[in-house]
């Protein structure tokens, strides 16, 4: 059981585009949503996460869109670039809970 | 700064064969965990333990084992290895419940 849903699987944006990757939830009990980023032959590491008290949440070229009523959220980057071409995990956890829950995985290549 | 270690790299068992894993973190953190990653299904989680002397289950627990030796280390055991368990495993740590993750590099295990 998936509890958390991410889209696209793949995605190709051209260099200075937008690249926009979404995730959604059914546990009203998530309180905490980060992204991960992992390059090839490497662990994920933590990119930016977000709370549900807050919409939106930027740093640098990375912002997350938050939609509480619609248990949904996303991940933009602006002016891709080639050095962001990695896969992109979103995920979710209840306050104080252990069991970080990942979605599949957006792999984004940002072709020049 | 090391992070988190993981140890092996690669490795290829034959059917029925056991081996550990082995995890150590070097800042100070209370929580570590173990995932497994396979093609189009994310990070899910395995084990994890909250504090040295403590380990639950995670979503995916059978054919496994865990030991917290102390408050650095966490090693994953498979007793009687499968090919279903053929997938890249990764370890991490965090501070506290659920957020910050630090990832290691990975172990990357066939199973013939």
């Known amino acids: 059981q998936q509890q958390v849903k991410q889209s696209p699987q793949s995605l190709i944006v051209q260099k200075g585009g937008i690249s926009i990757i979404n995730c959604a939830y059914e546990?009203?009990?998530?309180?905490?949503f980060p992204w991960y980023q992992q390059f090839p032959g490497k662990g994920p590491a933590l990119l930016i996460a977000?709370?549900?008290?807050?919409s939106e949440k930027k740093e640098g070229r990375f912002t997350i869109s938050f939609n509480k009523s619609a248990k949904q959220f996303s991940l933009h980057i602006m002016d891709s670039q080639p050095g962001d071409s990695a896969t992109y995990f979103c995920?979710?956890?209840?306050?104080?809970?252990?069991?970080?829950?990942f979605g599949t995985g957006t792999r984004l290549t940002i072709i020049p | 700064n090391a992070g988190v270690t993981q140890n092996p790299k690669f490795q290829v068992l034959k059917t029925g064969q056991s081996m550990t894993l082995q995890c150590a973190q070097d800042?100070?953190?209370?929580?570590m965990y173990w995932y497994r990653q396979d093609p189009g299904m994310g990070l899910r989680l395995i084990y994890y333990?909250?504090?040295?002397?403590?380990?639950d289950k995670g979503e995916v627990p059978n054919g496994y084992n865990v030991s917290r030796l102390n408050k650095r280390e966490f090693s994953l055991r498979l007793e009687s290895a499968a090919p279903s368990q053929t997938s890249v495993y990764f370890c991490?740590?965090?501070?506290?419940?659920?957020?910050?993750?630090?990832f290691g590099s990975g172990t990357r295990l066939t199973v013939v």
């Open positions: 333990s909250a504090s040295e002397g403590t380990t």
């Open positions: 800042m100070n953190h209370n929580s």
């Open positions: 991490a740590s965090s501070k506290r419940a659920g957020y910050g993750y630090t």
């Open positions: 995920a979710a956890v209840p306050f104080g809970n252990e069991k970080l829950t």
């Open positions: 546990n009203t009990a998530f309180d905490y």
């Open positions: 977000i709370r549900p008290d807050v």
